[in-house]
């Protein structure tokens, strides 16, 4: 992996300015916008016509003709009611799938404008936002907190930076991200100096060298890929093909059967006693086509797709929706690969024992309750859980909010929980009345923590620091794995050695371990 100052050099661009608004022209002229090649529109005629595209259709348009034949041939007496009707019941069916499949790429589309990406650039010395397919090589990318990585770059700058890389690699958890090339030929989920195209900015800020747009991406491999997969049936276009199939056979058998049957035991004599025996054979063999089973199939499939809509599941194709009802086993590597990126604080353990906070996912629906099943209105227990959540809260820049009846996030999972597990303990509106930001450290890796120091109103204007971060103690830090219980700059057993406070600080971690702190006077030492 080539170094920051060989990348610009490679790209000719200026670090400090970035791409004149001219060479960027250029640029987007010569390699394309910045967009995943999507198939070429299909034109009308052919949306119609893939409606007739159907073992069954098929049936029912031969059942049309020989009922049409048979007319013609009877002398045209009245109307060729069961050609109508057939016909109709084709062309309604044929109908019912064009609306559903055209209603859905409408909201399709209308889904893709709203959701249009932005990237913030720097351009002619001057910050920018342009849309993200406007992106070429050589931009400089300059990245925030929630925002949306809109081609893969190569970062010249990087602080605290973490992003979600879960579309690409499958893993939940955010990449801590660093400006060092790396030694060689490095997995996609390991290179720490990059950010790709379809990934998100959880926490920290930093700029980057646009690298690659459009197909050339990491993304665009995975979109030829899926490009040059082809389109099998779904389980029931292969079991509905399977029975047109079959009821065709079945049809011309029974009544070829029959005719022949009724040619050797009836005396035929004229042109017209032999037509009319073929006429009753053809009547049998439209009689046993089920003209109605295409329509009832096509109703039912929209139902499943309105059904789907009402869960804000968008299927392009009728045939489609029950595909996932067909699945019987899904195979992952890892539990990351499926998880909604969703995390949520479930317990909260303090010198007082132990609270259970109840309900899933970003929306504050549900409440903290003590062990023993009742929820926490007063004392020591609620007012440690406020000092955890609230603490959590403020130490942290994910940002909660509600648009459109969903409760979204912007920022990191995991501080997001805090927000959410606060207000399902309603102390929210008090946090924020109280607490004025100053200033922040945000989390590095040599730190391993981030703090803010905050104004708080209630307390006449003092400054309190919050910090979150791993278990340390006084004079060194715990000890993770196998040696968890030993500290590096105290022996436990040795309590003359324990003037940092270790072994205070191993016992409570024990407790912690074994489902709560104990309470008393050792449970609140600090």
Sequence with gaps: MLEVEEVAEALAVDLGSGLSSAEAARRLAADGPNELRGTPPVPIWRKILAQFQDPLIYLLLVAVVISLVAWVLGGRVGWPVDAIVIAVVVVLNAVLGYVQEARAESAVAALQEMTAVTSAVQRDGQLARIPSDQLVRGDLLILAEGDAVGADARLTEAAALRVLEAS???????????????PGPTALGDRQCMVYKGTAVARGSGRAIVTATGMATEMGSIAGML???????????????????MLGIAVV????????????????????????????????AVAAVPEG??????????????????????????????????ASVIASDKTGTLTKSEMTVQRVRTASGQAHVTGVGYAPEGSVIAEHGAELTGGPQLAENIVVLSGGSLASNADLQQRNGDWQIQGDPTEAAFLVAERKLGVTDRRVQRFERVAEIPFTSERKRMSTIEKDHEQGDSLVLITKRRARCAAGTLQPGPNRNRCRRADRRNPAADSCGCGRTLRRRAAYAGGGLPTGRRGRER
Excluded: C, W, Y
Aim: proline residues 3%.
């Design 293 to 326: 089973l295409p329509a009832i199939l096509s109703v039912v499939l929209a139902l499943g797709v309105q059904r789907m809509a009402a869960h804000r599941a968008i299927v392009t194709k009728l045939s489609s929706v029950e595909t996932l009802g067909s």
């Design 253 to 284: 058998i029974i009544a070829f059967v029959v005719v022949m049957t009724v040619f050797v035991i009836s005396e035929v004599r004229t042109v017209a006693d032999a037509v009319t025996i073929l006429l009753l054979g053809v009547s049998l």
């Design 227 to 245: 490009e040059a997969t082809q389109e099998e049936p779904t389980p029931l276009q292969v079991e509905v093909g399977r029975i047109g199939r």
């Design 168 to 182: 690409l690699t499958g893993e939940s958890e955010a990449v801590e991200k660093n400006v060092s090339a790396l």
